[in-house]
């Protein structure tokens, strides 16, 4: 890109550098002297070997060898610019250092090391910018805002800095405001000059293409760009890498087009330009008011290659001609679009639409108001057609050759009721109906490229095939299909199936390979199912007629959530603890689930809300960090909270002591109870606690646990404040997936690490006068009471460790939140001396962990 600092930074390292070497050249706008390159290799030469002006030989050469010289070529604009004026690298001695600045990468193909100059940050151009205008780092009072508009504009590029703040320099601030406003339609010419240098140096169809990316298709996916662009006879994968090199264009890490601001603005002067006044002369037209204004007023001319409308931003309902598109017979991308969702006003044709261009590579028209397109229409040349939320009824008639069609979208098209015949389309890749076709009956759909079949909402649909050996993802939910035939299980690449409320389906074998996720949900009369595949990371069988699994449910070792919410299940059978990549078990709502047996190593997350009969919990795989039970009325509240306090120090605790504490974030365990186990010492009645001393050596966490009282729950997000002598050191949350109504109180745990504290060194030992503020939702009243729990690290493992006698706890219950109730000198040295009593192993509670 020019204008970026190229220059500037080479000019900066041989000022620093080159007095370390034997010889040094710094040769200026390579670009400008391609005709002059002899000349320029003497004057290469010539300072370098500093005595001598001509007649180069190989003793010249030889000496060369011997010295340590340091060139710099600036602006070279060809590799054979660069070849002449150096043949032959070895000619220079060891420790020599050839810099060269290009804007064109594909040249460098024999440099070691390539190095891109960044946009300047936001405060670098802050700064560059002030002393270009004001002569100091800093803006000028009164002028901050607009100094921070400027530079907003140059998007960090040094050389529009420098243009535009020189430009400004002891203006008024009306002059700044009104030159600010006219860079909004009119770039700067200097460095539009600047800019365009780049875009010169591109052939006939590398130009289109930059300007159809500058206009239509920044943002776009790299892939589906290449192919419109294939289909325009552009080149498009090689166009592309030509712009990536001249770094017009760059690439996300998703593989996504981006366009520096002041590069596309140039693209856009570009165009501007093609036609000043008479704006339907232009190649491509994207301003919402030039658009409307040459379609509105049939402006159009055979030289518009482009359009794009986006109908949120009309201010009234737009009525078109039925010629209205006739004269723009060149015509290759028209796009009219809704940029959000939602109708205000629309585009309507009341005397229909005369004709489309048989050129169009891309037709996108959302809400499109006639039952059909043109009689004339011509596809052949069509690559992607969308056609969202139309009236259509049907697209054409009869067959039409569509050798280039791989995307058709007519999502939210309730009024259709016909498919074209797509027999023809033979790089068809992908073909949506979704949202509400619910007119179509049937639908036959055989190309041996297709991936992707949307169907989702076609209610009516009944009759469906489908062959592909390039299938990978069929949604058919909400249909009326009642099975899948044969040739649809046996797609060799089909990774994903949706079959979400197919409420006919009663049920279901499914062997594929492939397959990674299948999708029953609501399939309400599905009994019956069995699944084959080897790769199946997702199963979701909610809202279904199951009363139970297959003991084969075993042999899915790669599944890592299933998801059975709703359904009949009264046991699981004992295979799943063999799924040893199951990470999330979902059993919400199986009124009938009695008991649960051996869960699988791997389980993370386990959701049991509403099942009223559930008796007990297992014991806890180690990785589990999470286990959600509203309303598990049937749970025997202490033997619950005993096997969770187990699990949270032999596991959940040790865990983040031996691995990754991240992986343990936003853990918690809730379920029935209006009591915290006995063995907490730390409770209070109420939504807050303050704790005199704790000791600070080896406490390694906190287990946090409070009461919930009964009844209806807006939200589900847990705060806990902690503080230190009135100062916040601490603070952590929960937010987890609930109900909406307690049908009773309910005892919630999470751990909290110690490592969390702010400022943990300056938090002295012990750790004194801690107060624990408990919030839910943003209240405290709907707390019934809380508990600590300190975590200590001992020889032994972790433990609960008991830290005062009754008449501490007292003191703890009794002190709220701001108070110093903590009583003399001595009464603090006797809590102190308490404490260090008490953390003899004698007075370790039962419930321990293994060794860290």
Not at 223 to 242: K, N
Request: proline share 3%; hydrophobic share 40%.
């Amino acid at each position: 890109m020019g204008g970026i600092g190229k220059t500037t930074l080479a000019t900066a390292l041989f000022e620093k550098l080159s007095y370390e070497f034997e010889g040094r050249c710094f040769l200026t706008n390579v670009r400008e002297k391609s005709d002059k390159l002899g000349a320029l290799r003497d004057e290469l030469l010539s300072k370098l070997l500093e005595n001598k002006n001509y007649g180069f030989d190989n003793f010249d050469l030889s000496r060369l060898r011997r010295k340590k010289v340091f060139i710099v070529l600036d602006d070279v604009a060809t590799s054979q610019q660069l070849e002449k004026l150096i043949e032959e690298y070895d000619f220079l001695g060891p420790g020599s250092r050839v810099i060269v600045t290009t804007r064109n990468k594909q040249i460098l193909s024999l440099v070691d090391i390539i190095y891109q100059v960044q946009e300047l940050s936001s405060h670098h151009s802050l700064q560059l910018f002030c002393l270009t205008v004001f002569g100091e780092k800093q803006s000028k009072e009164g002028y901050e805002d607009l100094s921070i508009s400027a530079i907003s504009y140059c998007k960090g590029i040094p050389l529009a800095l420098k243009v535009l703040g020189a430009s400004l320099r002891k203006k008024s601030k009306v002059v700044w405001e009104c030159e600010l406003r006219k860079l909004r339609k009119i770039p700067n010419k200097e460095i539009y000059n600047v800019l365009k240098l780049s875009y010169d140096g591109l052939d006939r169809s590398q130009k289109d293409i930059f300007l159809d990316i500058a206009c239509f298709f920044k943002g776009w996916a790299r892939d589906r760009l290449t192919s419109i662009l294939e289909a325009c006879d552009f080149f498009g994968a090689s166009g592309i890498q030509v712009l990536l090199d001249k770094a017009l264009i760059t690439v996300s890490d998703r593989n996504h087009i981006k366009m520096h601001d002041l590069i596309q603005e140039m693209g856009w002067e570009i165009v501007h330009e093609e036609s000043i006044k008479d704006l339907g002369r232009r190649s491509r037209l994207w301003k919402h008011e030039e658009v409307h204004h040459v379609l509105k007023y049939n402006k159009g001319t055979d030289f518009v290659e482009g359009i794009i409308l986006d109908l949120e931003k009309l201010a009234g309902d737009l009525y078109l001609s039925s010629d209205s598109l006739a004269r723009m017979t060149n015509m290759r991308f028209l796009k009219i679009y809704r940029q959000k969702w939602g109708r205000k006003f629309s585009l309507y044709l009341p005397n229909g639409l005369e004709s489309l261009s048989y050129k169009l590579r891309y037709l996108e028209w959302e809400g499109f108001c006639l039952k059909s397109l043109p009689s004339n229409f011509c596809a052949e040349q069509l690559v992607e057609l969308h056609m969202w939320d139309s009236k259509l009824k049907k697209l054409w008639d009869g067959v039409q050759n569509l050798v280039n069609l791989k995307t058709i979208d007519l999502d939210y098209s309730q009024d259709l009721f016909e498919i074209p015949d797509l027999s023809m389309a033979k790089k068809l890749e992908r073909a949506s109906l979704f949202g509400g076709c619910t007119k179509i009956e049937s639908l036959n759909i055989h190309s041996k490229s297709l991936s992707v079949l949307r169907l989702r909402g076609c209610s009516s649909l009944k009759e469906f095939s489908v062959t592909s050996e390039e299938m990978t993802h069929l949604d058919l939910s909400q249909t009326a299909i009642c099975a899948l035939l044969s040739s649809m299980l046996s797609l060799p690449k089909l990774t994903y199936l949706y079959l979400s409320g197919c409420k006919e389906i009663v049920s279901l074998n499914v062997h594929l390979k492939s397959l990674r996720v299948l999708t029953l949900t609501c399939c309400s009369s599905l009994e019956e199912f069995s699944v084959t595949a080897e790769r199946l990371t997702l199963l979701e069988l909610s809202d279904t007629a199951i009363c139970a699994l297959p003991s084969s449910i075993g042999h899915l070792l790669s599944i890592e959530e299933l998801d059975l919410r709703g359904t009949n299940i009264e046991h699981l059978p004992k295979s799943i603890k063999v799924l040893s990549m199951l990470r999330i078990l979902w059993l919400n709502d199986c009124k009938k689930l009695l008991s649960l047996p051996e869960l699988p190593p791997s389980l993370r997350e386990l959701y049991l809300n509403d099942c009223r009969k559930l008796m007990s919990l297992p014991e806890l795989p180690q990785s589990v960090k999470e286990v959600s039970a509203f309303n598990c009325i049937s749970l025997e509240t202490d033997i619950t909270q005993g096997l969770v306090l187990q699990h949270m120090l032999q596991s959940h605790v040790h865990q983040q002591y031996l691995y990754n504490p991240v992986y343990f974030d936003g853990g918690y365990f809730i379920f029935p109870g209006d009591h915290v186990f006995n063995e907490c010492e730390l409770l209070t009645t109420k939504s807050s606690i303050n704790i005199p001393s704790l000791p600070k050596s080896h406490l390694w966490g906190y287990i946090f646990c409070i009461i919930l009282s009964e009844g209806l729950v807006s939200d589900h997000q847990v705060f806990c404040s902690i503080y230190q002598d009135d100062i916040l050191v601490g603070c952590d949350h929960r937010r987890f997936i609930g109900c909406e109504n307690l049908i009773s109180d309910h005892v919630l745990f999470w751990y909290h690490n110690v490592s969390k504290f702010r400022r943990l060194s300056e938090v002295y030992d012990p750790f004194s006068n801690m107060a624990f503020i408990f919030e839910f939702n943003g209240n405290k009243d709907t707390i019934k009471g809380c508990g600590v729990f300190p975590v200590y690290a001992t020889a032994s493992g972790f433990n609960l460790m008991e830290i005062f006698d009754n008449e501490s706890q007292q003191r703890a219950n009794g002190v709220e939140y701001g108070g110093s109730n903590n009583g003399s000198e001595e009464n603090r040295e006797q809590l102190c001396a308490t404490k260090r009593r008490r953390t003899a192993r004698d007075n370790l509670p039962v419930i321990t962990s293994s060794s860290p």
